[in-house]
């Protein structure tokens, strides 16, 4: 359902552009790690890996969860609570573990939240965590760096400029652009392989600010 919404909703408030590396696929099963900048950029990765046929559990702040209508769509779609700095944080890996062995993607964002920055410019991605690093070595699941370009155009800054950038979106129609990268095996060193995963992850976010300075072509 979340991802229904989501390629509903992008097409609406922007121009979205997809490439992929050479042979690049999201097979069943995978972990899916992205750059995060923006609000809105879940949807906007959601809606592209929805256009190749893939609609990923997403790895989510328990936070969202006490939202009306969003915690009950969040619920529904089996989407996994991430609780930081809590005892119950270990959970989040253990569940999604399950769902990667259940041949379900998972979508997680490495990065842990959102920088704090006023304007609406690009972000090359912050330093990873250690979850997506010691969840692909307990399951061996491949992972698929996946970067995002311009959704700040959408959603940035305070709440009253981003609610502004939401609600003007439709007329601006901003470039958005997600690249998916050639999935990896990580080394089963964590702090290796966390350095890993952010490499690949800046690779795909460099070639998806590339394109979205430019004129896209629609997904």
Known sequence: MLSRFAGALIPAVGRLSVTTDPGAVVAPGSLVVANHTSLADPAVVLAALRGRGVEPVVMAAAGLWRIPVLGAVLTRGGH???YR????????????????ASGRV??????GGIADRPDSGELPPGPFRS????????TGAPVVPVGQAGARRVTSGTVPKQVAGLLTAPVRRPRLHVHI?????LSADTKAATAEAHAAVTRAWRTAADHAARSPRPA
Do not use: M, S
């Open 80 to 82: 996994i609570r991430v």
């Open 85 to 100: 700095h809590d005892r119950r944080a270990a959970r989040a890996v253990d569940d999604a573990a399950a769902v990667l």
């Open 106 to 111: 998972v979508l997680v964002y490495a990065e």
């Open 131 to 138: 979850g997506p690093a010691r969840l692909a070595a307990l």
């Open 181 to 185: 990268g050639t999935p990896l095996r």
